[in-house]
Every structure is written in structure tokens, then in C-alpha cells.
């Protein structure tokens, strides 16, 4: 791949979408501060130096036992002892269940992005790998959780992104067809995720994906905010000037 591939070309979004499905650590929220506290507080108990926020920065986005695991061994893919690794876990979202937002904060553009697609009647979802319940503390801490009609975590289903299910579950559950939803992610799982499940997908430029650009991925599209999405969606300029009929 190119070592600086381009941004993809923008795509229609006509019709608009009924459903946009959205990802949660590295789109709508840097949580990496958060999440790098605790991981430095939980490996001194077994023995390793706190990692930095640096290095965790480039270990999100497949759940806290994989990032967990990477602290311990200090590489991506690199096995840890099972037992240490159970405990260690335990250890952390001991202090995350506490500490889970502390030093998070919510991207700019997030919340008018939500608030106009709610405007414009679309639903909304939030599926992440996350836990479901540090997921749901998260989003309620900051305020965004009443923006969403579901909230799937890394443990709601049997399988996780890059696996589609939890993409295909929730145009189940919310009652919506495929071909009329999308999914704005930060990462090569978010887009993996909706090609297999046949969805559109954005991906946001500021976002974590272990460090690599997320042209690479070659996503549908890549935006700046997801007011910027919201906006493009509904043929409306980012103040709102130029209206579109509703979604229908």
C-alpha cells in the first residue's frame, strides 16, 4: 500500500441514511487518557513499568483484554501468560470502573453531529468493543448516551467487529434495511466490520487504528467531524443554511 494513500473521493448519501451506526473510543470519544491511566496503575502490580499514554494510544480498538494483553508483553500480537493476563484484567477495569471518565472528552463536532442526524430522524446506534457496561458509564458521564436507540458492547453478542454481527444486530433490532444505514468508524475492524455486513462506511481522520492511516483501509469516505458527516447527509451546509427534506 502507499505509504501516504489518498483520501477516498466523497460518496452520495442520497437517500439519506435511517440508521447511522457509530463506533465509541476514537470517534465519538478520546478515551485513551483514561484508558493509559489505568492500564500504568495496573501493570506495576505484576511487575511492569507504566507503557504511557503513547503506546496505548496505538493498543485500542479490540477490547481490554487485547490491550491489556499487549500492556503486559509490550507488543500487539504477543501471547501473555493466561492466568496474569485474568488478573490483570480484573485489576484493570477495577480502576476503570472508577476512573473511566476522568480525562475522556468528547471530539469536537460529536455532539451537533448526533443532534442533527436525531433532527433529521435518523436512529442511532453505538457499537463498540468496549464492554457494555464501562461502554454505557462512558457515554452517560458525557452526556451522549441519550442520543443513542442502542448501545452494543464487545461482550452483547458472541462476536465483535471486525466480525459483522453486531453491525447486522442492530438493523435487526432497530427495524432498519442495510442498504439505508451506515457506519463511521476510526479503525481497519470498524471497516472490515461494514464491508462484511454490506454497509457504507466513513471513518473519521483523527482516530486511533494502531497508529496507521485510515486510507489505508480504503473506507467509503473520511470526515473531519461528525457534524461534517451529519451535514453531507442532509445536503446542509455545517450551519444548518442549505435544508433537505427530512429523512423519509
Given amino acids: 500500500m502507499s505509504a501516504n494513500p489518498a483520501r477516498p473521493a466523497r460518496i452520495s448519501f442520497a437517500p439519506p441514511p435511517k440508521l447511522v451506526a457509530v463506533d465509541l473510543d476514537g470517534t465519538l470519544v478520546d478515551s485513551v487518557p483514561d484508558l493509559a491511566w489505568c492500564i500504568d496503575r495496573t501493570m506495576p502490580r505484576f511487575g511492569i513499568?507504566?507503557?504511557?499514554?503513547?503506546?496505548?494510544?496505538?493498543?485500542?480498538?479490540?477490547?481490554?483484554q487485547r490491550l491489556v494483553e499487549r500492556a503486559l508483553t509490550g507488543e500487539p500480537d504477543t501471547p501473555a501468560d493466561p492466568t496474569m493476563l485474568r488478573e490483570a484484567c480484573a485489576v484493570f477495569l477495577e480502576l476503570y470502573a472508577v476512573h473511566g471518565s476522568d480525562r475522556s472528552r468528547v471530539y469536537p463536532g460529536v455532539r451537533e453531529g448526533l443532534a442533527r442526524f436525531r433532527t433529521?430522524?435518523?436512529?442511532?446506534?453505538?457499537?463498540t468493543n468496549k464492554p457494555h457496561t464501562p461502554a454505557v458509564g462512558l457515554?452517560?458521564?458525557?452526556?451522549?448516551?441519550?442520543?443513542?436507540?442502542?448501545?452494543?458492547?464487545?461482550?452483547?453478542?458472541?462476536?465483535?467487529?471486525?466480525?459483522?454481527?453486531?453491525?447486522?444486530?442492530?438493523?435487526?433490532?432497530?427495524?432498519?434495511?442495510?442498504?439505508?444505514?451506515?457506519?463511521?468508524?476510526?479503525?481497519?475492524?470498524?471497516?472490515?466490520?461494514?464491508?462484511?455486513?454490506?454497509?457504507?462506511?466513513?471513518?473519521?481522520?483523527?482516530g486511533y487504528n494502531h497508529g496507521r492511516d485510515i486510507c489505508e483501509a480504503a473506507p467509503d469516505a473520511v470526515?473531519?467531524?461528525?457534524?461534517?458527516?451529519?451535514?453531507?447527509?442532509?445536503?446542509?451546509?455545517?450551519?444548518?443554511?442549505?435544508?433537505?427534506?427530512?429523512?423519509?
Wanted: proline share 6%; with cysteine; hydrophobic share 45%.
Fill in 49 to 64: 513499568p507504566p507503557r504511557g499514554e503513547a503506546l496505548v494510544r496505538d493498543w485500542v480498538g479490540d477490547g481490554v
Fill in 223 to 248: 470526515i473531519d467531524s461528525l457534524d461534517e458527516l451529519a451535514a453531507l447527509c442532509f445536503g446542509e451546509s455545517l450551519d444548518g443554511s442549505e435544508t433537505a427534506p427530512p429523512v423519509t
Fill in 120 to 127: 433529521r430522524g435518523a436512529s442511532l446506534a453505538c457499537i
Fill in 139 to 206: 457515554l452517560a458521564d458525557l452526556a451522549l448516551l441519550d442520543f443513542f436507540d442502542l448501545v452494543l458492547g464487545g461482550d452483547s453478542l458472541d462476536r465483535r467487529k471486525p466480525d459483522p454481527l453486531p453491525l447486522l444486530h442492530a438493523c435487526s433490532v432497530l427495524d432498519m434495511a442495510v442498504e439505508r444505514s451506515i457506519f463511521v468508524g476510526d479503525s481497519v475492524n470498524d471497516v472490515e466490520a461494514a464491508r462484511a455486513a454490506g454497509m457504507r462506511v466513513v471513518c473519521v481522520s483523527y
